[in-house]
């Protein structure tokens, strides 16, 4: 079981990324973003359910919310985060992750509740 993020790089504000999340030895049912700046704690970003049945199945933080899209390429087995309008203060080192399976709404937030995690890809946004 793999996960492969990448994507990062150097933009100005107000650019975009794209970030590549791809998954390799089976399917996810959730997967995760996740970002880590400098000097501080990991924090969710978004996640999103690759097999949607109903309702929503994509899930922001408030922050990102309006300029991060998260969707997926099931034939790819690719899950993208794509990132617009971008601040300096997005500035991160960007993990992707999967759960085991299903995980319900209240957990996504939660780094524990995913059991695979991907390198990491630094997203740098200059002012």
């Known amino acids: 079981v793999q996960l492969q993020a990448s994507g990062g790089g150097l933009v100005q504000a107000g650019g975009s990324l794209r970030l590549s999340c791809a998954t390799s030895?089976?399917?996810?049912?959730?997967i995760g973003w996740f970002r880590q700046a400098p000097g501080k704690e990991r924090e969710w970003v978004s996640s999103m359910h690759t097999i949607h049945v109903s309702g929503t199945n994509k899930y922001y933080t408030d922050s990102v919310k309006g300029r991060f899209i998260v969707s997926s390429d099931n034939a790819k087995n690719t899950v993208y985060l794509q990132m617009n309008s971008l601040k300096p203060e997005d500035t991160a080192v960007y993990y992707c992750a999967a759960g085991n399976g299903r995980i319900i709404m209240s957990a996504l937030n939660r780094a524990g509740a995913y059991a695979y995690w991907g390198q990491g890809t630094l997203v740098t946004v200059s002012s």
């Open positions: 030895g089976r399917t996810f049912y959730t």
